[in-house]
């Protein structure tokens, strides 16, 4: 897909990841659309890009509220959307038995409802005009179920499907989907504990900036699928194949992660 005057709409702009998207689109000349739940966030983000002569348009708006509401600010404003990345996320992370019914049902409500009901609104008017790209960041726990992570893992194997599933419903169109999967990435999302453990689990590291030139990448090239890093791509490829060989390596891992985990209950 070619970004240069592209309109592309862009849900979660306001964090780690998706800043460093959007400054990536806007170095390449797509008009902007950024959508967060905090105007002062989005203020500060898009501000300077006008500054620079990029076209930004803000939107403030709760994902797990009012997707289809989005959808429609968002077309009423371009007319079209070229391109949407949705890289808002929540993440739940401690003993399953510790979480709470609301942070469950925000997770799902963030990660998975609220992306797909804004694809939903969208649909019509990307098949209308014949062309479109959606880009829906996951994770690498999309694809390999974490201890501790239980739910949000679920979260991200369901956008992982809804992508396959909705790739293969759109095929003969000129609409593409695009699933990315970071690993361990260092926001502000990943903090606390979860940092801790990452730290103690000497887990990859990348930076927001990486993950961003990653889904450019992704976007041009048109990619279905793009995991990153190695040796996580290969863990991905063994844990389909071979689960329980996932299952040994995870359960030597689980006695670093435990004290992290009732940090995380303890909050």
Avoid at 196 to 221: F, G, H, S, Y
Wanted: glycine content about 8%.
């Amino acid at each position: 897909m070619n970004i240069t005057n592209c309109t592309a709409l862009v849900v979660g702009a306001t964090g780690g990841i998706g800043r460093a998207i959007v400054r990536q689109l806007a170095f390449r000349g797509a008009s902007l659309i950024l959508v967060a739940r905090e105007k002062e966030a989005l203020l500060s983000l898009a501000t300077p890009l006008v500054h620079t002569g990029a076209k930004v348009d803000v939107l403030v708006g709760d994902l797990a509220q009012n997707a289809p509401s989005i959808a429609r600010r968002a077309i009423a404003i371009a007319s079209r959307i070229d391109l949407v990345v949705n890289c808002a996320g929540t993440q739940t992370f401690g003993y399953s038995h510790t979480e709470s019914a609301p942070d469950t049902e925000r997770a799902f409500a963030v990660n998975v409802v609220g992306p797909i009901q804004l694809i939903n609104a969208l649909l019509p008017s990307m098949l209308s005009s014949g062309r479109g790209k959606i880009v829906n960041v996951g994770s690498i726990f999309g694809s390999i179920g974490y201890p501790c992570f239980a739910s949000y893992s679920g979260t991200k194997f369901a956008l992982r499907g809804y992508s396959e599933a909705l790739r293969r419903e759109l095929a003969g169109s000129e609409i593409a989907v695009t699933y990315v999967a970071p690993r361990y990435t260092r926001t502000g999302f990943n903090r606390d504990a979860v940092a801790k453990m990452a730290t103690a689990l000497k887990m990859n590291q990348d930076m927001p900036e990486r993950v961003a030139r990653e889904v450019i990448t992704a976007i041009k090239t048109d990619s279905a699928n793009s995991y990153l890093g190695w040796p996580e791509r290969f863990f991905v490829r063994v844990n389909a194949l071979f689960p329980s060989l996932v299952d040994s390596s995870l359960k030597r891992k689980l006695k670093l992660i435990r004290p992290f985990a009732l940090e995380a209950a303890n909050r």
